[in-house]
């Protein structure tokens, strides 16, 4: 089955300064890529995602890259604000034909100091 | 996206009983999963609820432990059986639905259910 690798696992930033959150997976034919962010006591909430036919997709401050070759993607964010502390998780989904579940990382946790 | 409601939200039980965790969804949708989120972890599948059918499983779950219900495609439940202090978790079911404005489904989480076993 897909393994999924996320690093760092803990991640101290200032605010305003960037954080990058990167994953690799292992089944090339994967291509369905989302990052989910899921505060203290909260469900995960899905922050955004990329798919297979694309290399970068950017939602205001976040941003995801894939690179297929390597297979790894990663998530950045800009310009961090207090409210972006949480946990982050990256998952993989594989193509249709298969099972279509998600095979989720093992987590960052981002803290943005004030 | 889909609107996804879970009873109870949280319970305290005894070791040996039995726990049934509803979900509801806004509106009907294909696929159903069922994930437990131990304290401080990832998320690991449970199972995926058939509608019509039974639960296929993963690795590690089986039906006598966490038998699940999908009687339609709004609704499913999950049992977490005869249970024991390992099982205190947060269980949380999830949908794979569209959202407004695009073309591709995407996967939504319910608040979850909160579990203690003592």
């Known amino acids: 089955g897909e393994n999924v690798e996320q690093h760092p696992s803990t991640l101290s930033v200032q605010e305003g300064d960037s954080a990058v959150i990167k994953c690799t997976y292992s089944?090339?034919?994967?291509?369905?890529f989302p990052w989910y962010k899921q505060e203290l006591g909260k469900r995960p909430q899905l922050i955004i995602d990329?798919?297979?036919?694309?290399g970068e997709k950017k939602d205001q401050r976040i941003a995801v890259t894939l690179n297929k070759t390597a297979k790894h993607f990663s998530l950045h964010i800009t310009e961090t604000q207090p409210e972006d502390s949480a946990v982050y998780f990256c998952a993989v989904r594989p193509p249709p034909g298969s099972a279509r579940q998600l095979t989720f990382g093992s987590g960052t946790q981002l803290t943005v100091l004030p | 996206s889909a609107v996804i409601s879970q009873k109870p939200s949280r319970d305290i039980c005894q070791r040996g009983t039995s726990l049934t965790i509803q979900c509801q969804v806004d509106s009907q949708v294909t696929m159903m999963f069922w994930y437990r989120q131990q304290p401080g972890q990832s998320l690991t599948l449970i199972a995926t609820a058939n509608q019509g059918s039974e639960a296929t499983y993963e690795s590690g779950f089986v039906i006598d432990k966490f038998p699940i219900s999908r009687p339609n495609l709004t609704f499913s439940t999950l049992t977490v059986s005869n249970m024991s202090p390992e099982d205190s978790s947060i269980y949380l079911c999830?949908?794979?639905?569209?959202?407004?404005?695009?073309?591709?489904?995407?996967?939504?989480f319910g608040p979850g259910t909160r579990l203690t076993v003592l």
């Open positions: 999830s949908v794979e639905g569209r959202a407004s404005g695009t073309l591709y489904n995407e996967q939504f």
């Open positions: 089944d090339s034919a994967s291509n369905y």
């Open positions: 990329i798919r297979s036919n694309v």
